[in-house]
Nanobody, 120 residues
Framework: QVQLVESGGGLVQAGGSLRLACAAS???????MGWYRQAPGKQRELVATITSGGTTNYADSVKGRFTISRDNAKNTVYLQMNSLKPEDTAVYYC???????????????WGQGTLVTVSS
């Protein structure tokens, strides 16, 4: 019922900025949306999450540099990434879970991923 479309990835030099966007289609609002990332040879890790009420959670490695936000009317989540470091290089995946309706309360959806490459 819900599909996630990600955009905004690309190549940037260390210290630069990128903004990722993830739009959820299907007409179902989701309680929690967030971003995960997976670097080559590494496990997928949580980057940041945000609830429909605006409660945020960040990985320690990105606190102070990344900001997650959402537009509930558009069911879209954003990730503003500043002061990027080479270790931020990864495929970033959008995640959404917990539809607002009772029937979709356990729904979880993943995006296809967008590549972020930070050069030194």
């Amino acid at each position: 019922q819900v599909q996630l479309v990600e955009s905004g990835g690309g190549l940037v030099q260390a210290g630069g900025s990128l903004r990722l966007a993830c739009a959820a289609s299907g007409g179902i609002s989701m309680n929690a949306m967030g971003w995960y990332r997976q670097a080559p040879g590494k496990q997928r890790e949580l980057v940041a999450t945000i609830t429909s009420g605006g409660t945020t959670n960040y990985a320690d490695s990105v606190k102070g540099r990344f900001t997650i936000s959402r537009d509930n009317a558009k069911n879209t989540v954003y990730l503003q990434m500043n002061s990027l470091k080479p270790e931020d290089t990864a495929v970033y995946y959008c995640n959404a879970r917990g539809g607002s309706s009772w029937f979709y309360r356990n729904l979880e959806v993943w995006g296809q991923g967008t590549l972020v490459t930070v050069s030194s």
